[in-house]
């Protein structure tokens, strides 16, 4: 069965830099759309961003210009690269993954797989 397994969280200050991974495993990031969410302490989680077919990418506005998607289909491993970072990025971090057609990409409801998730601190 399908499995995503996150690393690369961490505590750091503002202005900082981090780079998530996602692994997957049983399941191929090629052709599939996949997506970071995040949920910050006492809220829903939220579409961060997302990767689809031909490389098709889109962002929250919240992280335009500072994040960026990307993936290793030799890998299989979806990355986050996460610059100047703020206090307000602090929360749980999610891969996701789900078929290449579907709605809304920011929708919860519309992913199949999740990861376990990764800690981001970010101080102030």
């Known amino acids: 069965h399908a499995q995503l397994v996150e690393s690369g969280g961490g505590s750091v200050q503002a202005g900082g830099t981090l780079r998530l991974s996602c692994t997957a495993s049983?399941?191929?990031?090629?052709?599939?759309?996949m997506a970071w969410f995040r949920r910050i302490a006492g809220s829903e989680r939220q579409g961060v961003a997302r990767?689809?077919?031909?490389?098709?990418?889109d962002y929250a506005e919240s992280v335009k210009g500072r994040f960026s998607i990307s993936q290793d289909n030799a890998k299989n491993t979806l990355y986050l690269q996460m610059n100047s970072l703020k206090p307000e990025d602090t929360a749980m971090y999610y891969c996701?993954?789900?078929?290449?057609?579907?709605?809304?990409?920011?929708?919860?409801?519309?992913?199949?797989?999740w990861g376990q998730g990764t800690q981001v601190t970010v101080s102030s």
């Open positions: 996701a993954a789900r078929g290449p057609y579907g709605g809304d990409w920011y929708e919860v409801n519309e992913y199949t797989y």
């Open positions: 049983g399941y191929s990031l090629r052709s599939n759309c």
């Open positions: 990767i689809a077919t031909f490389s098709k990418t």
